[in-house]
């Protein structure tokens, strides 16, 4: 009689824990789904108060500290840091303004004041350590820009005392081996995940360095190449968060990550930086980057931000960092793409105004569309007088060019010339400008 009370409470004991269990699985699927349903109306609202002139340029990571807290199982914790930025959103008292027509010499006194002064990050300090690098380094990176245009010295405020952390080799890996793994729920968000400001970020200390605020061991410097050497995922090339852990795991194709990691390991021509760390499966890289890139422009404006990061950063790993790495065959097939590409970026002209948009719904030209179509024209070797032209589609014909004048009827039976003897063409409407030959 006893050891059957015994089963039926053993059984009872089962029944309840697997029912805690079921809550609590809901619960955490409630809560990513409330977590993933804020996040497109937090950056609105993100670009919003950013159009009004308020400094946010700690919102993108403190987001993204929701992220690592799902990661570690924290999910009431990533509820309250939501919250909480929510609520710093929605009541703007919390938030600095720049003061309007700030002079140079007011925007530095600005960007100074946003430097805690418990940690020295360009960050507020409540939130996990992964996300104190990235932040603090694009301030400084303003701060060196003004203090040229200023020609004051740059001196921070407080000394960087958060790279306390991280300033042996041994805790450096320690605190890199920590963000290297992502579970497969929090893998759906997109974007790279606190990998991305975390860890693909920190190949940006010199930046540190060069304003004299920081100086790294060249120990240190050794064992983050070491590491990036030993994590770059064979399969495919690329760096980025592995989805699963140690045990068994698959690679996120990180463009955005692989983009400011290859800064470490290449030279801005592609050429290895530490023979003892050069660059491996950079054919299997180009392979991803290609797949990657090989969509039409998408419905929607945060896709098409999306499509446009991934076009511009596959495009210049290609160019800049793989040319040197990659066979003939591979190398036609890149001019391939690009060929395509540029017909992608032309969608987005706008003649009337001179210049692109961001968005294929602007009807106008912008400043941001102009600034990323011409950095992408750059990349793909259009523009004349560029180190990318010559590298990709060789030295401009040094003979006399000998303009041809071709008048078209129809347009359905216009025909262009075999490629190998042109060098550029231009289409004009009913006429030529007087000026042209």
Not at 372 to 377: D, K, P, Q, S, W
Request: glycine share 8%; with cysteine; net charge neutral.
């Amino acid at each position: 009689m006893n050891a059957l009370r015994h089963l039926l409470t053993g059984k009872r004991l089962l029944f309840a824990l697997l029912a805690a269990l079921c809550v609590v699985l809901l619960a955490a699927g409630l809560i990513i789904r409330s977590t993933l349903d804020s996040v497109p109306r937090l950056f609105r609202r993100n670009a919003e108060l950013k159009a009004q002139g308020y400094y946010m340029g700690e919102f993108e990571f403190k987001m993204l500290a929701s992220q690592y807290h799902m990661n570690a199982g924290r999910y009431l914790q990533a509820v309250r840091t939501l919250r909480g930025i929510k609520a710093e959103m929605q009541d703007v008292r919390t938030l600095k303004k720049m003061p309007s027509n700030a002079t140079p010499e007011e925007q530095m006194a600005f960007l100074l004041d946003r430097q805690d002064p418990v940690t020295g990050a360009f960050m507020d300090h409540d939130y996990p350590l992964f996300s104190y690098f990235a932040p603090t380094c694009n301030v400084v990176e303003a701060l060196m820009r003004l203090s040229r245009e200023t020609g004051r010295p740059l001196k921070l405020k407080y000394p960087l005392r958060f790279l306390e952390q991280i300033g042996t080799p041994q805790q450096l890996r320690a605190y890199l081996d920590s963000l290297l793994y992502l579970n497969s729920l929090i893998a759906r968000f997109p974007g790279p995940g606190p990998y991305g400001p975390g860890v693909s970020e920190i190949p940006s200390f010199d930046v540190l360095e060069e304003a004299g605020v920081h100086r790294f061991s060249e120990p240190w410097k050794e064992e983050l190449r070491r590491w990036f050497y030993e994590t770059q995922d064979p399969a495919s090339g690329f760096w980025g968060s592995r989805i699963g852990d140690a045990g068994q795991w698959r690679q996120k194709k990180d463009i955005n990550s692989t983009f400011h990691i290859l800064k470490l390991v290449l030279t801005d021509t592609g050429e290895n930086k530490d023979a003892a760390f050069p660059l491996r499966f950079g054919d299997k890289l180009a392979r991803g980057i290609l797949d990657a890139m090989d969509m039409p422009i998408p419905e929607g404006t945060a896709d098409q931000h999306d499509w446009g990061l991934v076009q511009y950063q596959g495009a210049k790993i290609l160019t800049q960092y793989l040319w040197p790495h990659l066979a003939e065959a591979e190398r036609a097939e890149v001019r391939r793409k690009f060929r395509s590409m540029l017909v992608q970026t032309f969608r987005l002209y706008r003649p009337v105004d001179g210049g692109f948009a961001y968005y294929t719904t602007d009807a106008q030209a912008d400043v941001d569309g102009t600034g990323l179509a011409t950095g992408v024209l750059k990349i793909l070797g259009v523009l004349s007088g560029t180190w990318e032209r010559e590298r990709l589609w060789g030295k401009v014909s040094e003979g006399d060019l000998t303009p041809k004048r071709v008048n078209v009827g129809r347009w359905e039976e216009a025909m262009l010339p075999d490629g190998g003897e042109i060098q550029s063409f231009r289409i004009y409407r009913d006429h030529l400008p007087s000026a042209t030959p």
